[in-house]
């Protein structure tokens, strides 16, 4: 990651901070119509909370809306983890709320997305007949390193359970003919990155391009997942030019509660 990232905050990362900060306590309350008594929030590459101008990101944006909410306040648990500022992450949430502030006490990790036996397994343990804490995972990996398709679609089998997915869709889009990248290129696209490759050749225009990538992503999810899926994408253009580099996407699929 570039070391100069969090020295202050671009307008793109203010508007995906405030997309999913605000979400979230909404998608709580309707899940808490269902009567649970514990919801999660993870956010697996958290970063420090906050930029070097103060500015804050979505950990401690979407701490405040669930702290300023008494029955939120009660029911969510925060899960941060970041294999860099993990620690950093903590320093600044406590400057920001007491330790009494939650009910659950906020938990922070440092595992490398990717490189974790024990995360994959807590991303891919099935909760039957019922999940016992529905989350939201915000999964923003600073370009597409770490994503693994086959992993996610199984944290979304579970009820309730729900992902925004921020990805460098300009990055893909150079890797996905480079042999260096082949591992990487297999767990974002585990079943059709032959058949992507193939259909690259035929687009001429980036935006052509860059559709397709978000097209074969949401068939990795679909292909995993017994229910119906939604997604929504949400177009990121470059802060210097008209391009579009980023997309976060939202997933959610809609299979009955048992």
């Known amino acids: 990651m570039d070391n100069n990232f969090f020295e202050s905050q671009t ?13 979230f306590p909404q998608y709580a309350k ?4 269902g009567g649970q008594n514990e919801i999660r929030y993870l956010d697996l590459f958290a ?18 809306q669930c702290a300023e909410d008494s029955i939120l306040s009660q029911k969510v648990k925060l899960i941060f983890n970041d294999n860099e500022f993990s620690e950093q992450l903590r320093q600044n949430f406590f400057e920001c709320f007491s330790t009494n502030t ?3 006490k ?19 343990q099935q909760h039957r007949p019922v999940n016992p804490y529905p989350t939201l995972l915000f999964f923003d990996p600073f370009g597409y390193k770490g994503i693994n398709t086959k992993v996610l679609s199984q944290f979304l089998n ?15 889009n150079a890797a996905i003919d480079n042999g260096k ?30 559709n397709l990538i978000l097209e074969n992503l949401a068939t990795e ?19 210097d030019s008209k391009g579009t580099s980023h997309f976060i996407i939202h997933f959610l699929q809609t299979s009955k509660r048992l």
């Open 11 to 23: 307008p793109s990362s203010r508007t995906k901070a405030e997309i999913v900060s605000t979400y």
């Open 30 to 33: 309707i899940i808490l119509r």
């Open 47 to 64: 970063g420090p909370g906050k930029y070097n101008d103060q500015n804050h990101s979505t950990p401690l944006l979407l701490a405040k």
């Open 102 to 104: 939650f009910r659950f």
């Open 106 to 124: 906020p938990l922070f990790r440092d595992r490398t997305v990717g490189e974790s036996p024990e995360l994959d397994n807590y991303l891919t």
């Open 158 to 172: 579970n009820w309730g359970n729900e992902i925004f997915l921020f990805v460098n869709t300009k990055r893909i």
């Open 181 to 210: 990248f082949d591992e990487l290129m297999e767990s974002l696209f585990p079943t059709t990155i032959n058949q992507l490759r193939r259909d690259k050749k035929y687009k001429a225009k980036v935006n052509d391009r860059l």
């Open 221 to 239: 999810f679909k292909t995993g997942i017994p229910g119906t899926l939604y997604d929504a994408a949400f177009r990121f253009i470059e802060e």
